[in-house]
């Protein structure tokens, strides 16, 4: 590597890395005390200060209660964000952990105090201190999953969050470079053991992207993929949101949703893939839809046997009929007794490859 790869994050990097933001009332940034959130609580701070009105941050800690190590690192935190100037704040995840999926609760409850926190201090904007390499695994980890298109082009610079906008200012810089520079100002930080503990998928593939790197599949080219990905899903939501418009059929009656048929199956299949999962999850009420079982429906819906005849079909709650001239997705007959929630708009919510539910935060 260069020295730029690996260098220090100079004033001017840290200037443009958060000049967007410096109309914000406030900033909730999310501070385990890890090299990487340190490094953002460091780069915030001092942006924060080169600045004559600038928003107040607030950095905040969140205790899953799941290490003994948590709590003095949260002390170490707190110090250095009074060193900084900055506030701070400690929260806790409290309740029972789940036996299964403890990586995946944690993120949740996670996010949820930080939205908690942001809306308690007028804050608009959450920052996180996710990596190139960060990006780079999560790319790993959807190839692994078979994701669609919208999953592998993975975490952006902004996402929405419980009516906040998530924002990753470090998601184009690697690890190494954060670590340089705490190293050169002589900042501690903490060292979770949990990243490496190879119980959890993310720290298996932690350990093989040196390998990868050495094959040329760096985390500079996977993200460098996601991008790509994220341009061609965009080229992508702009067709299915035309066809949306081109196809609708009036005759099905609110809540259903109709389409041409003939149009529809016409459609190059990933349009026509997303079209109906967004009607699907729109009209149906049992959760997401599984992208598998949705593929299957579509190639029921395709075949060309089975033209002239009339196709029904259930999913998630939807009953979809495709006869010769209209396809419609309504609600499905009731197989049990109580309330489901319904799923986002059919124009509003981006439709995720992965398992056919609609786009949550990756």
Known sequence: MCAAETGPVSASEAKSLFADLAGAPALVLAVSGGPDSTALLLLASRWRKTLRRGPKLLAVTIDHGLRAQAAAEARAVRRLARDLGVDHRVLKWAGKKPASGLQEAAREARYHLLAKAAKKVGARHILTAHTLDDQAETVLFRLARGSGITGLAAMTRHSELFGTLLVRPLLDLPKARLIATLRRDRVAFADDASNRDPRFTRARLREVMPVLAREGLSAQRL???????????????????????????????PPAIGFDVEGFTRLPAEVALRLL???????????????????????????????????????????????PVMLIVECAPPRRKGKSSRISALTKSKYDGRRGSHARLK
Request: hydrophobic content about 50%; charged content about 25%.
């Open 223 to 253: 993200s460098t993929l996601a991008q790509r990905m994220r341009r061609a899903d965009a080229a992508i939501e702009a067709m299915v949101r035309a066809a949306a418009l081109r196809l609708a059929d009036k005759r099905a009656a």
């Open 277 to 323: 999962g967004r009607a699907v999850a729109t009209v149906g009420d049992e959760g997401p839809v599984e992208l598998g079982k949705l593929e299957n429906l579509l190639a029921a819906l395709f075949d060309p046997q089975a033209k002239s005849a009339t196709i029904r079909r259930t999913l998630a709650g939807a009953l979809v009929t495709r006869s």
